[in-house]
């Protein structure tokens, strides 16, 4: 059974860094793309990110509002996606979800973790 | 960015009720439309893809229609655990975009 585990989230400070993890398993991790969406109440859900797999050559792609702010990367090695948000706004206060796609090109989802929470907040 | 709309954005039926909402993308995104399902609490889960194929597992009063800019989704037999709120999303052209969900609940 695919599994998408997140973890990661917590309270963390304005302008601080923080790294949200992906745990897969019940598949090949590695045959898979996958992306980053958030949720919040007020804006709804809004994807962030994306890395293909290996075959694809683990290219990226970004939403125009957080790109140069948020980095995905993934280790095959051990079923991990990863996702790095630097300089933290209030508005990044949110549910983050990973998603497993089905192809090669962002949005074909088919799988989501169970999420976990960011709150930016002094 | 491509707009989605969703309507209406809540509504109340009954046990056994056909119901069905639509969704609407500001251009052309062919096919490349999932409709998601998500309950209080819960990640979304996918119900629909490729506007009419449906997601291994989903019961078959689920189904969705459409393409180019006006899509539906039907649930042929309301029942109870289909309480949640249901969100069309395009993948036609980067960035993927949600539409704003429409909450469905029972009379």
């Known amino acids: 059974e695919v599994h998408l585990v997140e973890s990661g989230g917590g309270l963390n400070q304005p302008g601080r860094s923080l790294r949200l993890s992906c745990k897969a398993s019940?598949?090949?991790?590695?045959?898979?793309?996958v992306n980053w969406v958030r949720q919040t109440p007020g804006k709804g859900l809004q994807w962030l990110s994306f890395?293909?797999?290996?075959?694809?050559?683990?290219?990226?792609e970004y939403a125009p509002s957080v790109k140069g702010r948020i980095t995905i990367s993934r280790d095959d090695s051990e079923g991990l996606a990863y996702l790095h948000i630097n300089n933290l706004k209030a508005d990044d206060t949110a549910v983050y979800f990973c998603?497993?796609?089905?192809?090669?090109?962002?949005?074909?989802?088919?799988?989501w973790g169970q999420g976990t929470l960011v709150i930016v907040a002094s | 960015d491509i707009q989605m709309t969703q309507s209406p954005s809540s509504l109340s039926a009954s046990v056994g009720d056909r119901v069905t909402f639509t969704c609407q993308a500001s251009?052309?995104?062919?096919?490349?439309l999932n409709w998601l399902q998500q309950k209080p609490g819960k990640a979304p889960k996918v119900l629909i893809y490729?506007?009419?194929s449906l997601e291994t597992g989903v019961p078959s009063r689920f189904s969705g229609r459409g393409s180019g800019t006006v899509f539906t989704l039907t649930i042929s037999s309301l029942q109870p655990e289909d309480v949640a709120t249901y969100y069309c999303?395009?993948?036609?052209?980067?960035?993927?975009?949600f539409g704003p969900g429409t909450k469905v609940d029972l009379e």
């Open positions: 999303q395009q993948y036609n052209t980067l960035p993927p975009t």
């Open positions: 251009q052309d995104i062919n096919i490349y």
């Open positions: 490729g506007a009419s």
């Open positions: 019940g598949f090949t991790f590695g045959d898979y793309s």
């Open positions: 890395i293909r797999n290996t075959f694809y050559g683990g290219t990226t």
């Open positions: 998603v497993r796609d089905r192809s090669s090109n962002p949005g074909n989802f088919d799988y």
